[in-house]
């Protein structure tokens, strides 16, 4: 059973940073991404580790402020720094078997239940 618990989030101001989690029961063998939601909005792809930490990708609205990274088969992280109103939202930890497609949620098998972040102005 693949169990996925987000950690992390909160209420910061514009330009702070905040680090979420997310204990993974999963090899490293899964692909473990980070999506967003935003009230009245649809789901959006933020990050994504490859399986054994080959590759990152970042959504363009995210790169160059935010950092995935994992640790084996124990956790996933998200660094975000220079954050800004519109990154508040829902943010979920998701875990993926397949090869490929990581920037679309029907890539993921196992989804975690979501921490809030707020960015205030």
């Known amino acids: 059973q693949v169990q996925l618990v987000e950690s992390g989030g909160g209420l910061v101001q514009a330009g702070g940073s905040l680090r979420l989690s997310c204990a993974a029961s999963v090899r490293n063998n899964y692909a473990m991404g980070w999506f967003r939601q935003a009230p009245g909005k649809e789901r959006e792809f933020v990050a994504v580790?490859?399986?054994?930490?080959?590759?990152t990708y970042y959504s363009d609205s995210v790169k160059d402020r935010f950092t995935i990274s994992r640790d084996n088969d124990r956790a996933v992280y998200l660094q975000m720094n220079s954050l800004k109103p519109e990154d508040t939202a829902v943010y979920y930890c998701?875990?993926?078997?397949?090869?490929?497609?990581?920037?679309?949620?029907?890539?993921?098998?196992?989804w975690g239940q979501g921490t809030q972040v707020t960015v205030s102005s």
């Open positions: 998701a875990a993926s078997k397949t090869v490929g497609g990581h920037r679309y949620s029907s890539a993921y098998d196992y």
């Open positions: 580790i490859t399986r054994f930490r080959v590759n």
